[in-house]
Each structure stands twice: as structure tokens, then as C-alpha cells.
């Protein structure tokens, strides 16, 4: 069983367009994750949800919306996509917020290209 | 801010001999997390190892040990006896304790493994 998943691990689309990208944990966390992996392969935290509420969002473009419709979800809709939105996503999920040496276990990543 | 850099874009082994990937980091908290994560070629991101910054004894997986110096803000990971599929980016990774549940990573470590 897959852990946390993400669909799809592809996407290529032209500028311009809006895309989602969703993500499932199966391992009843509470907190779940989006970072960005660019070009030069350097992650960073965009999102983070504690239990369906937005607990950080680290300065970006309001073009990203992310979405919690149950604390298992953490969806990502892009708006308006821009080249320089090309990258991989990784979502993560771990136990809850302020639980210690919590682990923040990966999807497999989502490899978004935008042409 | 906290930062965590990683001196060593590239590293490669002999296989069954021992390599030790460099991290330093910059924190004024003085109880945190530490992590590495692996990803190999598949872009997974594998939990190696982590330390709580209040333990002072070195974590040590199998393979995998740490050596971590808190007054010099250092983490360094050493792999024994490397094996083929340790061939991977290594990526070192910071948490706060309480309050910022997100992980700032390193810029990463390429390491190869010589037959």
C-alpha cells in the first residue's frame, strides 16, 4: 500500500493553462505538506495543512491554491501557469503539528512541465 | 532564518569503502531536528536518519551514523561499507521543535558509487 500518493506524476501543458495536481495519505496524519523541487533539484516548503487549516504558506504566488477537503487530501491548483512553474511537487504528510521528532514521509513526486 | 548548507555538490565512493556527506546549519533555537533524506534516480524522498538536537548521542541506522557537533551547528553523515544502491542525491534537512513544522533543506549531495 502507498503511503502517501500523488496523481498525476506526469504533467505537460502549455502556458497559460490551470492544472491541479492531488495527493492521499493513507497513514492517518494530520499535517500534510507541498514543497517545490526546482531545476537545480533545491526543495522548498510552499504549503502546509494541520487537520483542513492552512498553517504556513511561505510568500507564494496567490496563483497556487491549495486544498484540504478532509485532513487524507491536500489538493494543488495552479492558475495561469507560467514557464518558470516548471518543477517537481512533492507533497508530505506526517503525524501532527508540534508532535516532536515527527518523520515527514514523501509522495513520489509530481514532475510538471509547462512549454 | 534558518539555513542549512551542504559544501558538496558531488561526492563518489569506492563500493564497501566509507564517505561522510558535510552539513552545517544556522539556527538561534537551541532544540531542533535534523534529517537526511535520501533521492535516488526514482525521486522518492527516503528518511535516512534523524537526530533531536537535545539528545547527545549520535543516531546510527544500520549503515548510516551521524555525527553531529551542536556548538559548531554541524551534521555530517557517514555511510559504511557503500553499496550500489546508495547512489543517490543526499539531502540534509532542519526543523524547528515547535511552532514551524517545515523542513528547510540543503541544496543537496550527489554521491556515486565506483564498482
Known amino acids: 500500500d502507498t503511503a502517501v500518493s500523488q496523481t498525476p506524476k506526469y504533467l505537460v501543458t502549455q502556458m497559460g493553462n490551470d492544472k491541479s495536481i492531488k495527493c492521499e495519505q493513507n497513514?492517518?496524519?494530520?499535517?500534510m505538506y507541498w514543497y517545490k523541487q526546482d531545476s537545480k533539484k533545491f526543495l522548498k516548503i510552499m504549503f502546509s495543512y494541520n487537520n483542513k487549516e492552512l498553517i504556513i504558506n511561505e510568500t507564494v504566488p496567490n496563483r497556487f491554491s491549495p486544498k484540504s477537503p478532509d485532513k487524507a487530501h491536500l489538493n494543488l491548483h495552479i492558475n495561469s501557469l507560467e514557464l518558470g512553474d516548471s518543477a517537481v511537487y512533492f507533497c508530505?504528510?506526517?503525524?501532527?503539528f508540534g508532535m516532536g521528532t515527527d518523520t515527514q514521509y514523501f509522495g513520489p513526486g509530481t514532475r510538471l512541465t509547462v512549454l | 532564518a534558518q539555513t542549512v548548507t551542504q559544501s558538496q555538490p558531488e561526492m563518489s565512493v569506492q563500493e564497501a569503502e566509507t564517505v561522510t556527506l558535510s552539513c552545517t546549519y544556522d539556527t538561534s533555537e537551541s532544540d531542533y531536528y535534523l534529517f537526511w533524506y535520501k533521492q535516488p534516480p526514482s525521486r522518492q524522498m527516503i528518511l535516512v536518519i534523524r537526530q533531536e538536537a537535545y539528545k547527545q548521542q549520535n543516531a546510527t541506522e544500520n549503515r548510516f551514523s551521524v555525527n553531529f557537533q551542536k556548538a559548531a551547528k554541524s551534521f555530517s553523515l557517514k555511510i559504511s561499507d557503500s553499496q550500489l544502491g546508495d547512489a543517490a542525491m543526499y539531502f540534509c534537512?532542519?526543523?524547528?521543535?515547535?511552532?514551524?513544522?517545515?523542513?528547510?533543506f540543503g541544496t543537496g549531495t550527489r554521491l556515486t558509487i565506483i564498482p
Open positions: 534537512a532542519y526543523r524547528e521543535n515547535f511552532g514551524n513544522e517545515k523542513l528547510t
Open positions: 508530505a504528510s506526517s503525524q501532527g
Open positions: 497513514l492517518g496524519h494530520d499535517t
